[in-house]
Nanobody, 123 residues
Framework: VQLQASGGGLVQAGGSLRLSCAASGRTFSSYAMGWFRQAPGKEREFVAAISWSGGSAYYADSVKGRFTISRDNAKNTVYLQMNSLKPEDTAVYYC?????????????????WGQGTLVTVSS
């Protein structure tokens, strides 16, 4: 599967952005999906993940209550709605797909990765 992330940009603190990740292939609904981010000089970290059906979602503590992950299997797309953005949210955001139904927060357990989209939050 190929993943194409979009929607990043420059936003002021307190603002909002919605990231999208479009997937190729006809088996999108069989993948758990995740969003991760990597700030300069830091390791890639988990942000949010969603089960194949969209029935279960998981968030990093740092974004809980501010970010929402969702998916539209008919459109082969997963979204990340980001509200109340903070300068510490600045990073390249990556979407990822995991073969199978189980959701995980571990970077190493995702099989496919998009190219990343840059989010910059100014103070």
């Amino acid at each position: 599967v190929q993943l194409q992330a979009s929607g990043g940009g420059l936003v002021q603190a307190g603002g909002s952005l919605r990231l999208s990740c479009a997937a190729s292939g006809r088996t999108f609904s069989s993948y758990a999906m995740g969003w991760f981010r990597q700030a300069p000089g830091k390791e890639r970290e988990f942000v949010a993940a969603i089960s194949w059906s969209g029935g279960s979602a998981y968030y990093a503590d740092s974004v809980k209550g501010r970010f929402t992950i969702s998916r539209d299997n008919a459109k082969n797309t997963v979204y990340l709605q980001m509200n109340s953005l903070k300068p510490e949210d600045t990073a390249v955001y990556y979407c990822a797909a995991r073969v199978g139904l189980a959701v995980t927060t571990a970077v190493s357990e995702y099989d496919y990765w998009g190219q990343g989209t840059l989010v910059t939050v100014s103070s």
